[in-house]
T-cell receptor, first 118, second 109 residues
Framework: SAVISQKPSRDICQRGTSLTIQCQVDSQVTMMFWYRQQPGQSLTLIATANQGSEATYESGFVIDKFPISRPNLTFSTLTVSNMSPEDSSIYLC???????????????FGQGTRLTVV | GQNIDQPTEMTATEGAIVQINCTYQTSGFNGLFWYQQHAGEAPTFLSYNVLDGLEEKGRFSSFLSRSKGYSYLLLKELQMKDSASYLCAVMDSNYQLIWGAGTKLIIKP
């Protein structure tokens, strides 16, 4: 199992500003995942944070809007840049859930960051 | 495209049984997961199925039919604390999780 500490748990931000979300894992992991979950909707993968290389972004998400850092195998940050009200959502970091060759790769999540942009 | 379908909301009575269905169409299949998510909290793992059949774990059971692209989560002896959203997720051929929108389960006394 993995324990993930994510912060902040919630924030209210002004339009045009940026917020950086941090995730700390209690074990070394190769990949960390950043999700967005809007009310009543499914988890949408933003990007995969790889240690030692650039993050891999999903369609519809770009590095300029969601820059990611992955300085070591236990830590990652996601920044939501130049925020607008449409960015109001829950942001979740996750480990596991993707491991080629393994048959049971349970995903573990941080507590989530509830972001409101006004 | 890839698609996971599950009902938006269900209501059940405390002490009863409820079945939450999930159908999927994905590019490849490497297992199906069920997660529970209480309001304002992160999802937590409930079950994993990769072979056809029923997996039982206490009050919760999960069933899979790969040929039908179908799964269900069965909750028995419902308790008020079971009020939550239940997310179905499929791991595709790239070992990436594809998430359903979740089923909000409301338990009434």
């Amino acid at each position: 199992s993995a324990v993930i500490s994510q912060k902040p748990s919630r924030d209210i931000c002004q339009r045009g500003t940026s917020l950086t979300i941090q995730c700390q894992v209690d074990s070394q992991v190769t990949m960390m995942f950043w999700y967005r979950q809007q009310p009543g909707q499914s988890l949408t993968l933003i990007a995969t944070a790889n240690q030692g290389s650039e993050a891999t972004y999903e369609s519809g998400f770009v590095i300029d809007k969601f820059p990611i850092s992955r300085p070591n195998l236990t830590f990652s940050t996601l920044t939501v840049s130049n925020m607008s009200p449409e960015d109001s959502s829950i942001y979740l970091c996750s480990v596991g859930g993707r491991s080629r060759g393994r048959t049971n790769t349970e995903a573990f999540f941080g507590q989530g960051t509830r972001l409101t942009v006004v | 495209g890839q698609n996971i379908d599950q009902p938006t909301e269900m209501t059940a009575t405390e002490g009863a049984i409820v079945q939450i269905n999930c159908t999927y169409q994905t590019s490849g299949f490497n297992g199906l997961f069920w997660y529970q998510q209480h309001a304002g909290e992160a999802p937590t793992f409930l079950s994993y199925n990769v072979l056809d059949g029923l997996e039982e774990k206490g009050r919760f059971s999960s069933f899979l039919s790969r040929s039908k692209g179908y799964s269900y989560l069965l909750l028995k002896e419902l308790q008020m604390k079971d009020s939550a959203s239940y997310l179905c997720a499929v791991m595709d051929s790239n070992y990436q999780l594809i998430w359903g929108a979740g089923t909000k389960l409301i338990i009434k006394p």
